[in-house]
């Protein structure tokens, strides 16, 4: 399945730089989601999370408790957003490494790797995402461009 290799390979390649919050806020803006390899993916969200807290306590007067509750979710998104890039990118790599080795199955629409079962949607990969306007974590499948 030299079409599921093509797609994972993006998504595991080395990050030359970091994301600028400029970067990031241009895609988010334009298009709703990051995309590019993991290791830029998931620091980006990151950014965006901190941007979108220090926003939202220079724009409104918050009481004390309003901050603190601002700064414990900003503090909850990023752990989350750690926890889902490690889970992700060992997925991602299990995928890529029986694929490269010819260890996986494909029943129907499901890739199987050994020890591991990954879903995948009939219309292919997806990425890992997640959706501002549904302000929710449990919004983690879309289907994928060319990268995840």
């Not at 803006?29 to 590019?36: A, K, N, P, Q």
């Not at 752990?79 to 060992?90: D, F, H, I, S």
């Not at 919004?139 to 461009?145: D, G, Q, T």
């Amino acid at each position: 399945m030299n079409k599921i290799k093509q797609r994972l390979e993006p998504a595991l390649r080395p990050v030359e730089k970091p994301p600028t919050p400029g970067e990031v806020l241009e895609q988010v803006s334009r298009h709703g989601v990051l995309r590019g390899p993991v290791d830029w993916v998931f620091p980006g969200w990151m950014l965006y999370v901190e941007y979108a807290v220090q926003k939202i306590a220079e724009t409104f007067p918050l009481s004390e408790e309003e901050r603190r509750q601002l700064l414990d979710f900003r503090d909850t998104m990023t752990r989350l957003l750690r926890e889902a890039w490690t889970q992700t990118k060992e997925k991602l790599t299990a995928l890529y490494k029986a694929v490269a080795e010819g260890t996986y199955r494909v029943e129907g629409n499901k890739l199987y790797a050994p020890g591991r079962d990954v879903d995948r949607c009939k219309r292919g990969l997806r990425s890992t995402y997640y959706d501002p306007r549904r302000k929710r974590l449990g919004a983690f499948s879309r289907p994928a461009e060319a990268s995840a």
